[in-house]
């Protein structure tokens, strides 16, 4: 098992910058790549970046691209999401997950643990 903490959300104005972070314990030498999600009100998860564990490169959903940037830290199972230049409709919850497979990275069900997630909402 792998429990995953979400933090760091909040409100900002349209422009501004968020960090994400989520913090692994449990089985963490089984993972393969962490990612994040998030998912709009009334609207279905969707990837947003996420990271290979052994390579350490980083994958981008084009909407995000330019303005997220996924890194990690090793010694601590800590992941992080800095989100600049924000926009109205980034306003989701975004979510932590950890894949252990190895099957696949852009999808929610590629994915076998999932954080609580953080409320991220972005003001016009």
């Known amino acids: 098992q792998v429990q995953l903490v979400e933090s760091g959300g909040g409100l900002v104005q349209a422009g501004g910058s968020l960090r994400l972070s989520c913090a692994a314990s449990g089985r963490t030498f089984s993972t393969y790549a962490m990612g994040w999600f998030r998912q709009p009100p009334g609207k279905e998860r969707e990837f947003v970046a996420c990271?290979?564990?052994?390579?350490?490169?980083?994958y981008y959903a084009d909407s995000v691209k330019g303005r997220f940037t996924m890194s990690r830290d090793n010694t601590e199972n800590t992941v992080y999401l800095q989100m600049n230049s924000l926009k109205p409709e980034d306003t989701a919850i975004y979510y932590c997950?950890?894949?252990?497979?190895?099957?696949?990275?852009?999808?929610?069900?590629?994915?076998?643990?999932w954080g609580q997630g953080t409320q991220v909402t972005v003001s016009s």
């Open positions: 997950a950890v894949e252990v497979d190895g099957y696949g990275l852009y999808n929610t069900y590629d994915y076998d643990y």
């Open positions: 990271i290979s564990w052994r390579t350490g490169r980083t």
